[in-house]
């Protein structure tokens, strides 16, 4: 990986991934409220054909790397260490990459129970009470090349790898999987995020008597077919977005029994945390 490679990550989306979404577009002016500080007025634009973003506020911009650069406070090297360890989780402008398997060299130093103040505020911003968390969630600490030793929240999958996040980073450890969660129970829900399972939870305010299946990315909905033959309720909670509507799509062809789109209950909304967000439980 290296900085040319590194800028043809589409900026939007890795935005977004992040938790920024757009206040408003024009033409080719995408809007949001600045990563770099809190704000009522959108001050931070990207243009989508040169995928290059600027901060009105602070008076600079730049390219992708600049922009992690800026983001996490680092060197060019460990921004191309942060983006080579989530580079599949973006989609691509027309390149075309080959990768080494030393370039995702990771070490996990250690995986306790959550207990940093920064990882448990950002739960709280989302609405997620420990109780929940501690039952599901690892506080993971891990490094790259560089040595220099990251901490994040980490939700394991059925592969041993997990899905780590904190308020600057989101990525995995590891391979790429589903997490599947039994209780032999014939009722099954379906996720596309931990924060949303465990934002279930929290609306339900107790752990229903169901299993439940977190994608961890739209992109392994072919996973869990098979899987889901062995229930008599099919439950789903993907995003309001196009990635959660083709997955429903899937799952509702390949499946021989009907399955519940439940993103009606929060259709005014991203996804069933932002829900949760504005109920403010």
């Not at 009522?40 to 634009?45: E, H, L, V």
């Not at 040169?50 to 992690?68: A, M, P, Q, R, S």
């Not at 008599?232 to 959660?244: E, L, P, R, T």
Request: charged share 25%; proline share 2%.
């Amino acid at each position: 990986m290296n900085c040319k490679m590194a800028n043809k990550i589409n900026l939007v989306t890795y935005l977004k991934s992040l938790g920024y979404n757009p206040v408003k577009t024009k033409n080719n002016s995408i809007w949001f409220l600045s990563p770099f500080r809190n704000e009522k007025t959108a001050s931070f634009k990207v243009d989508s054909n040169k995928n290059l973003w600027y901060d009105f506020g602070e008076g600079i911009g730049g390219t992708v790397v600049d922009f992690v650069m800026k983001f996490n406070e680092c060197s060019i090297k460990m921004a191309l260490e942060i983006i080579n360890s989530n580079i599949f989780s973006f989609p691509k402008q027309n390149m075309k990459i080959e990768l080494k398997t030393d370039e995702y060299q990771y070490t996990v130093s250690k995986v306790t129970k959550l207990s940093n103040l920064n990882l448990i505020n950002y739960l709280i911003s989302r609405r997620i009470r420990m109780k929940y968390a501690n039952k599901y969630l690892h506080q993971v600490h891990y490094s790259f090349k560089s040595k220099k030793e990251f901490y994040g929240i980490g939700f394991m999958n059925d592969s041993g790898g997990f899905e780590i996040r904190n308020s600057r980073f989101k990525g995995c450890l590891g391979k790429k999987d589903i997490t599947t969660i039994k209780n032999g129970s014939d009722v099954v829900a379906l996720f596309e995020s931990w924060s949303d399972f465990l934002s279930y939870l929290m609306l339900k305010r107790k752990t229903p008597n169901e299993s439940f299946i977190i994608l961890n990315s739209t992109s392994l909905v072919k996973k869990v077919i098979g899987l889901i033959d062995d229930f008599s309720i099919v439950k789903c909670y993907f995003d309001n977005d196009d990635a959660g509507e083709r997955a429903f799509k899937f799952l509702k062809e390949s499946f021989k029994s009907p399955i519940m789109d439940c993103r009606y209950y929060y259709k005014n909304y991203k996804d069933l945390n932002e829900y949760l967000m504005v109920r403010g439980f």
